[in-house]
Every structure is written in structure tokens, then in C-alpha cells.
């Protein structure tokens, strides 16, 4: 039952990112990228990586595409423009690209044959592994990335009053 789900959660995985790059309104595509992160945080939660799973939705399918689709939004694109005319020869590299990922993958299935089982594992993605490993190993990079981004708020607001001001 459980690989059943996998596959269907991973076919639809992959049709929605096919749906991302094929659809022509950037607007589509970008839902179409919502149900590619739904769909990989489901897989994060049948790997009993809850805390994953939650980010994934709460963060990315959230917040990250919310101010996707208010950018698309913004930028008012109305007119779609047929770059292909202008690179029409540019299909000829994805002949030897698409041979380079069918190999890639066919290797990587042919050599994966030893799968280990989820209880021999320890376990990853839960809150408390993460909390533990972020305040003990990793508690330096932490507050040096949370000093980094505090820097990068303070510019931002500092470069936005230059400009409302002349």
C-alpha cells in the first residue's frame, strides 16, 4: 500500500513540474509548482519526516509562493513573447541533455538495489533531532545566518527610505 501511494504521489510530482515548464501563463505555472511542493512535503511525511513536511507546506507552498504569484502579479504580464524564434537551434542541446538525465537514471536504478528498512534508520526529521542538532553542532552557522539576514532587513529598509525620500 505504501509504494502504491509513493507512486502516485511521485507520478504526480512529476506532472506537475512537467506543468510547470510547459504551461505558457506564468500564473499557471505557478501553481503548478504549489502542487510539486505538496506534493514532495506528502513524500516528507511518509518518510516520518513530519517537521519536514510541515515546512514544506508552510514555508514554500506558503510563503515563498505566495510572493511568487504577487510578483507575476505586479509585473502585469500580458503579452507573451515567442523567445523560440530568437534561439530556434537551442532545441539541438536538448537531444544530448535528455540522453546524459536517461542515463543518469538508469544508472542510479540499476545500482540502487539494497534499500534499507525505515526502522533500521534513525530518525531525521523530526523537531526535536533538528532542535537538538541546530543548538548544539550547529549553533554557530545558525546565529552567524541569523545576523546575515538581520544585516540584509536593515539595508533593505535602509535603501527604501533613500529612495522615498528623493
Known amino acids: 500500500m505504501e509504494q502504491a501511494f509513493f507512486l502516485i504521489l511521485a507520478a504526480f510530482a512529476v506532472g506537475a513540474a512537467l506543468s510547470v515548464v510547459v504551461q505558457r501563463s506564468p500564473i499557471y505555472s505557478a501553481f503548478s509548482l504549489i502542487g510539486v511542493l505538496v506534493s514532495l512535503a506528502a513524500l516528507y511525511i511518509m518518510l516520518k519526516a513530519e517537521f519536514l513536511g510541515a ?5 514554500y507552498a506558503g510563503a515563498i509562493m505566495v510572493l511568487f504569484v504577487f510578483v507575476i502579479m505586479l509585473l502585469n504580464i500580458r503579452k507573451e513573447e515567442n523567445a523560440l524564434d530568437k534561439h530556434r537551434y537551442l532545441w539541438l542541446l536538448a537531444i544530448p541533455f535528455a540522453a546524459t538525465l536517461i542515463v543518469e537514471i538508469l544508472y542510479t536504478v540499476l ?14 526529521g523530526d523537531s526535536q533531532s ?9 549553533l554557530m552557522p545558525f546565529e552567524l545566518t541569523s545576523i546575515l539576514i538581520l544585516l540584509a532587513i536593515v539595508g533593505a529598509v535602509i535603501l527604501a527610505r533613500r529612495e ?3
Open 55 to 59: 515546512i514544506q507546506i508552510i514555508v
Open 111 to 124: 545500482k540502487v538495489t539494497d534499500i534499507p528498512e525505515l526502522k533500521d534508520r534513525p530518525i531525521i
Open 130 to 138: 533538528i532542535g537538538y542538532g541546530l543548538y548544539t553542532g550547529y
Open 164 to 166: 522615498k525620500e528623493d
